[in-house]
């Protein structure tokens, strides 16, 4: 999507590419060199979109995606949903920003780590941690839980790029990934030891030949030291280099880091990118082929719909709330079932007293509709009910950016909550949409229109103020018009155009321009009955708010709601909205259309990294703050993005710079103190009705809110083993101008809360004391039990108040619970490649190959999962057996014709781990065809009872490998305990031809005998005696008596038995070299 900025305003460069040069890796997110963020997005869509091309080709569908280092998110959205209907980039975009933030983190949060970055020579260490990585994103998976694996997959990304950068690689003269990075079971080979010397003193400025010529020679694989703070480094060794090591200034001096094109090796920048984006694709396909096509595209957020999340109050009083979320979920599920915009993920959470939970999700609607229907109104008692507890649930399992509906007839017993729940909305950005029935006219009475304000639904209205979603306020019977709100909010590319609310009240009127890109334009009105509106067109037409089918929109009213749905999809322009009312009221207007924006939070760095990275918990009042702000959608022109102050109506202007990829980083300087959101404004390039520009607005729906605390916590790990604790070290200050008060002396309450309810240790305040530097610290300890499952995780929030009550900040945490039982991949033994090729490609339709192997995940692995053919289009059997020393053995039996001379088999294990197996064809002009086996004929018939059976019977054939062939080596019995005899003459024609005799008792009356000639192709020969009841035995496996010991890198010898299965395959195989009767 090409992008261009009118008003451009060039930040400092200080501030933009805060210290380029001076890094420790490749620059996170901004700078005038290749970044981890570039570096992220051109591996995610290239594999991306060929995982779509696959899936096109399997089910017969074009996909005519040019796969080049140019792509889009957008393009490869589209080419992946393929859709006439309107749908949007804007959840895969979301996905794929979120996973690159989290790769960008590494450089704050493990700046120190030298495996982190494969300094130091830590390459064992390095793996490991992808390793870990890896293994968390899989487990991650199987649990539906993609929010954390993108975060593990960001977090190993980073350490798997900064290999290319850091190491001597490159400069080895490889030209391609090192796979031993991400295949745990191979060795590190060639690695420098500790007391070799790597490099020698870089000559001035120009490190260029600053590698030892010996190590060089000798292939050995080095990485440079870094050190903030010591320059001492093993004698001999490299350093990284830059500004900020102190290590560089120390024989011998310099570095050999290609962090960017002005670093030591910067000659060698780009070619260090590109192998970085080489082995992202390669690790990429690893998890695809772990975790199969479809969960690898809901791992990238390859989706154009919402989830479905319902929140849910199941006390006595909501039989008839409840039944209504059966109809309007079923509704939307099997109207959307087997298109584009079927929800991604099903999550219900049920909530009543004293009970919340549990937690549904799932990726089958089936299931959701099973366990909605399985709901029933019982219980409650008192009148608040637990429905914070529920809320706190579904923000942590649902996808950011997710439309949540809750419904429910009372209050929050749990309030304390709501600061929680605050974090949560501001974290996820996700939009919460309150269906209250009687709330304010307290549950049991019933049928009355609720009036005037209340304030047990009080804390609803606020966050769903915080959220961008409304506080639908209904009687009973009113609350299927209601729930037209949840499909409204649920069709494929809904953005907000505009929304305010007014609280205290007051007349005002709201301009809104309305573009050309924009369908089913709806306007909510949200306050008191009382409330009075006005709608004006661009082109002056009116309608009233006592006007149902007016000329511009049809208006539905129900309880504190009033939606308008416009008329005319071509409504563009400046549209006018007069509202009337001194009581608290909301004012939202959507529609559908694919150009959308997604924005994050930054926190600019001026440290080793010198760049942005994600800003955790509320910005500071009087402080700068940046965006990072991605636009979606067709070509368009971004002119501004501002603050908005829904509730006063102002705006703060930022000033934008580009950093490609239709993406932003914006910069608001002295931010006020207040609530806002952000507002995008711009011009269509290529507007659909108009040869000239139409302008457009966007803006986000949650809140961002400023605080004078500063709450920050940088935990050492963000996985945790069932059954471990880890402690975090979180910080609060007080601040002014969004700088700390280093003369401040304050006591903050703090409240530590998690979703899953792990045991957890927390202060209930802390204190600044006087010559503290205005800052105070505490500990959060956290403890997952032994029971925790796998692949889950825990969301924990840290919160501090100040004495008033009225400011407040946070910092929300993620951490995978995990462990990782197998980090070795199947080991594939070859066990046979028979039947050669001919050489001549044109006579390979006539003939077929065959490769057999023995698949293995040890005595101690978790066992083989699958096995699929990721290159080839032959036949693939399996079959398990148990080895000699216990170990379970998958016997790979696989067929193709002659003119797929090559297969890639991918073996996956229980625990994600990959193996692969990979055959080829012998060629050969001498005898590709395998032995042919003539029944002659079967004589001595056999008796039909089983006790007779102890008379003899007899089979003849003749076997041949054809007058051009190589002649019958061997003829052994596969199956049947009879007297083999074989005798060899030649024909009149010059063919030799092996003479079969078998002689058996009835009580064995069948024999499968393999003929091999001395090309290794085989044949097989099999006979059955004459009038028995049952035509066909069961089909066994035997082994031949040889066998080879293998010799592991470990020094293990693993026994591989070769194996021939008499299966269906193989006997098809026989009858098509049977000769025609």
């Not at 979301?94 to 120190?112: F, K, M, P, W």
């Not at 909550?417 to 949409?433: D, F, N, Q, R, Y």
Request: glycine share 8%; net charge negative.
């Amino acid at each position: 999507m090409a992008m261009t900025i009118v008003t451009f305003i060039l930040l400092p460069l200080a501030v933009v590419f805060a210290l380029t040069g001076f890094t420790q890796s490749f620059n996170p997110l901004t700078g005038t060199s290749i970044t981890h963020r570039n570096i992220t997005l051109r591996a995610i869509v290239r594999k991306t979109a060929e995982v779509c091309r696959d899936i096109a080709a399997a089910n017969g569908m074009d996909f005519t995606l040019t796969i080049d280092d140019s792509l889009t998110l957008d393009q490869v959205f589209q080419a992946c949903t393929s859709s006439d209907s309107l749908i949007s980039s804007f959840l895969f975009t979301a996905s794929i920003v979120t996973l690159y933030l989290n790769n960008a983190a590494v450089d704050l949060r493990s700046a120190g780590s030298p495996e982190a970055h494969f300094d130091n020579e830590t390459f064992q260490n390095g793996r490991n941690l992808i390793t870990q990585g890896v293994s968390a994103v899989r487990v991650s998976v199987g649990q539906r839980n993609f929010i954390t694996a993108r975060a593990s997959l960001g977090q190993a990304l980073h350490t798997l790029q900064d290999f290319y950068s850091h190491s001597n690689w490159v400069e080895l003269g490889n030209t391609a990934p090192y796979n031993a990075l991400i295949r745990p079971d191979q060795p590190l080979e060639n690695l420098a030891g500790p007391a070799v010397p790597t490099c020698r003193n870089c000559t001035g400025d120009n490190c260029t030949d600053n590698i030892l010529p010996s190590v060089q020679e000798g292939n050995l694989l080095t990485s440079g030291y870094f050190s903030l703070i010591s320059s001492e480094k093993p004698e001999g060794k490299c350093s990284h280099g830059g500004f900020f090591d102190r290590t560089s200034t120390q024989d011998p001096v310099g570095g050999i880091n290609k962090d960017t094109f002005n670093s030591s090796h910067g000659s060698l920048h780009q070619e260090a990118a590109d192998l970085a984006v080489s082995a992202t694709v390669d690790l990429l396909q690893d998890i695809r082929i772990s975790v199969g096509d479809q969960d690898f595209l809901r791992l990238m957020g390859l989706t154009s719909s919402s989830v479905l999340c319902f929140v849910i109050d199941t006390t006595g009083s909501m039989f008839n709330e409840i039944e209504e979320a059966k109809r309007v979920s079923i509704s939307i599920i099997e109207s959307r079932r087997g298109t584009e915009r079927e929800p991604p993920f099903y999550i219900l959470v049920p909530f009543n007293d004293p009970d919340v939970g549990p937690l549904i999700l799932t990726t089958d609607a089936d299931i959701f509709i099973e366990n909605i229907n399985m709901l029933t109104a019982s219980g409650g008692g008192d009148f608040p009910e637990f429905s914070l507890s529920g809320l706190q649930l579904a923000l942590t399992a649902a996808p950011p950016y997710s439309e949540i509906f809750l419904f429910t007839d009372a209050t929050a017993k749990d309030a304390d909550l709501k600061g929680t729940i605050i974090a949560l909305i501001e974290s996820t950005k996700s939009v919460v949409t309150f269906l209250l029935t009687d709330v304010l006219s307290r549950r049991r009475k019933r049928g009355l229109v609720p009036t005037g304000l209340s304030e047990g639904a009080q804390v609803y209205r606020d966050l769903a103020l915080v959220s961008g979603g409304v506080s639908i306020e209904v009687t009973e019977l009113d609350l299927p018009m209601a729930t037209m709100v949840i499909e409204d909010s649920l069709a494929s590319a809904v953005v907000t155009v505009f929304q305010a609310v007014r609280n205290p009240g007051m007349p005002d009127n709201f301009t809104v321009v309305l573009d050309d890109s924009l369908r089913n334009i709806t306007i909510f009105i949200t306050g008191a009955p009382s409330l009075t509106f006005n709608l004006t067109s661009s082109s002056g037409i009116s309608q009233s708010s006592d006007e149902f089918s007016g000329p511009l929109a049809s208006l539905i009213s129900t309880g504190n709601l009033q939606r308008l749905q416009l008329n005319d999809d071509n409504a563009t322009g400046q549209w006018l909205i007069q509202v009337d009312s001194n009581d608290c009221y909301s004012v939202k207007v959507t529609g559908q259309s694919s150009v959308n924006f997604i924005y994050e939070l930054l926190q600019n760095s001026e440290g080793v990294h010198g760049d942005f990275f994600r800003q955790e918990g509320r910005v500071l009042s009087g402080g700068n703050v940046s965006l990072l702000v991605t636009v979606t959608g067709s070509d368009v022109i971004v002119n501004e993005i501002t603050l908005y102050d829904t509730s006063l109506g102002t705006e703060v202007n930022g000033t934008l710079q580009s950093i490609g990829d239709s993406t932003f980083l914006v910069t608001f300087n002295d931010l006020p103190a207040g609530s806002y959101v952000v507002r995008l404004r711009g011009e269509q390039s290529s507007s659909m009705l108009r040869m000239t520009p139409g302008s457009f607005q966007r803006q986000a729906s949650t809140q961002i809110t400023t605080s004078s605390i500063s709450v920050t916590a940088q935990p050492n790990t963000t996985n945790i083993e069932p059954g471990s604790t880890v402690s975090i070290l979180f910080t609060v200050a007080s601040t002014i101008g969004g700088v700390i008060n280093e003369t401040a002396t304050e006591t903050f309450m703090v409240r530590a809360n998690n979703d899953r309810s792990f045991d957890s240790t927390s202060p209930s305040s802390v204190t600044i004391e006087a010559g503290s530097g205005g800052k105070a610290n505490g500990t959060v300890t956290l403890t997952a039990p032994e029971s925790a499952i796998s692949g889950t995780d825990v969301t924990l929030t840290i919160e501090a108040e100040d004495a008033t009550g009225t400011d407040f900040n946070n910092v929300v945490l993620r951490f995978s619970v995990f462990r990782v039982n197998d980090v070795s991949a199947p080991v594939c033994q070859e066990a046979n490649t028979s039947n050669s090729c001919p050489s001549n490609t044109s006579l390979c339709d006539s003939t077929q190959w065959e490769f057999m192997a023995n698949v293995t995940d040890g005595v101690n692995g978790t066992g083989i999962d699958m096995i699929s053919v990721l290159e080839g289009n032959g036949t693939l059997n399996t079959s398990m057996v148990v080895g000699p020393d216990g170990e379970n053995i998958t016997l790979v039996f696989y067929m193709a014709s002659c003119c797929a001379e090559s297969v890639v088999l991918s073996a996956v294990d229980n625990e994600g781990n990959v193996g692969f197996c990979v055959g080829q064809a012998r060629m050969s002009d001498i005898d590709p065809n395998a032995p042919v086996c003539q029944e002659v004929s079967t004589s001595s018939t056999c008796p039909s009872l089983s006790s007779s059976c102890d008379i003899q019977w007899e089979f003849v054939a003749n076997v041949t490998d054809g007058i051009n062939g190589t002649g019958i080596e061997s003829i052994t019995i596969l199956e049947g305990n009879g007297t083999l005899t074989t005798s060899m003459v030649m024909t009149p024609g010059g063919e030799n031809l092996t003479m079969v005799s078998y002689m058996a008792s009835c009580c064995a009356d069948r024999v499968v005998l393999s003929a091999v000639d001395n090309e290794g192709n085989i044949g097989l020969c099999v006979g059955q005696a004459r009038e028995l009841t049952a035509t066909t035995a069961a089909t066994t496996t035997t082994t031949t008596p040889e066998s080879t010991n293998t010799t592991t890198d470990g020094g293990q010898t693993l026994t591989t038995s070769y194996y021939l299965f008499v299966t269906s395959v193989a006997l098809s195989l026989w009858k098509a070299h049977e000769p025609a009767v």
